[in-house]
């Protein structure tokens, strides 16, 4: 009995190491690679990117039950993730808007079918970047992209985190162009993907709307990279959207003043983006320290030497004041 069995492992170990599962659009392959063929019909564009075990060999009496002893299982949530995760680690950076969009409301739907959490678990919670934007902050989900072959729709970009995103497109008060993503630090998917992901991304944990913390990073982006007067218009701009869509009621304002403390989004008199110091400094606020060079900002009037808020942003100064800053008073210079 135990050579009968040391045998049958035997041939277990050959059959798994072996190539000789007849696959779709592969050659033989190993049980290893193999998956079943979904319940949830694959789209076009994805199927030839697993090893799916072909059809007719399933026919064939005991091959199933062969191949699951084996380890074979049916392409899952998880192996869409694997695909993202090597597609991120790929080289290239050319993908189709079809493609994309097929793969992630694809791993939405297994996700629904197996109700599992694996995309949300590996977006959200371990942070992995694995939402693909182009690298120009335009409308790509446009006409002159979708006239053309699918083949031909290359988007060149790079992988992000959840965190780096959010899913609506908020257009400039003046103007349907894109001003939230030309700030840099935030992209709007909503651009490239449409409406058709937005569920699939909310489920993965992509907040549908900016968070105050990506406003404040955006801000920051914007004062590095963009002259002080497009940066200042801007940040104008980012704050009366949080006050006309009510996303900074009088419960943010503890967070939105540690965040200030964090990130240089506020523009001075002086033409200088600063961050704006907590007096007292906060002793083991979970929100995070302030940075080293924050500095305490005031409202004009205000005597020479301190750190004046630029009148920029004249139309938000009784938002300022509500967060507690004051005019008038000696301080710390930018």
């Known amino acids: 009995t135990g050579g009968a069995s040391h045998g049958a492992s035997g041939i277990a170990t050959a059959l798994r190491g072996a190539a000789w599962v007849p696959c779709e659009s592969s050659p033989l392959m190993t049980p290893s690679v193999a998956l079943f063929p979904p319940r949830a019909a694959i789209p076009t564009p994805l ?24 380890g074979v299982h049916e392409l899952s949530s998880e192996d869409m993730l694997g695909l993202l995760r090597s597609w991120a680690q790929e080289p290239r950076t050319r993908f189709t808007e079809s493609m994309l969009t097929q793969a992630y409301k694809y791993l939405y739907e297994l996700q629904l079918r ?11 919670q371990r942070r992995e970047a694995l939402i693909f934007i182009p690298d120009t902050p335009e409308w790509t989900k446009t ?6 072959d699918a083949k031909r729709n290359w988007m060149d970009g790079h992988w992000v985190r959840a965190e780096d995103c959010c899913i609506m ?22 651009l490239h993907y449409g409406v058709a992901c937005k569920q699939p991304f909310h489920s993965f944990g992509v907040s549908e709307l900016p968070s105050l913390a990506q406003v404040c990073r955006s801000i ?5 990279n963009a002259s002080f007067r497009h940066a200042t218009a801007l940040a104008d701009h980012a704050l009366r959207w949080l006050l006309n869509r009510d996303r900074l009621s009088e419960d943010d304002f503890p ?28 002793d083991g606020d979970e929100r995070g320290a302030d940075l080293p060079d924050a500095v305490e900002v005031f409202l004009p009037p205000a005597r020479p030497g301190v750190a004046v808020l630029s009148s920029a942003l004249s139309r938000q100064f009784h938002v300022f004041q509500r967060l507690g800053m004051e005019a008038g008073a000696m301080g710390s210079s930018p």
């Open 169 to 190: 497109h908020l257009r400039k008060p003046r103007g349907d162009e894109p001003w939230f993503s030309s700030m840099g630090a935030v992209r709007e998917l909503e």
């Open 220 to 224: 920051e982006a914007a004062g590095r």
């Open 143 to 148: 006409s002159k992209w979708n006239k053309v």
């Open 255 to 282: 967070e939105m003043r540690a965040l200030l403390a964090r990130y240089r989004a506020l523009p001075t008199e002086a033409g200088v983006w600063v961050a704006w110091a907590r007096a007292p400094p906060p």
């Open 47 to 70: 199927r030839g990117e697993f090893s799916l075990v072909d059809g007719q060999a399933l026919e064939c009496p005991g091959v199933r039950g062969l191949l699951e002893k084996l």
């Open 114 to 124: 197996e109700e599992s959490s694996a995309a949300y678990n590996a977006i959200a």
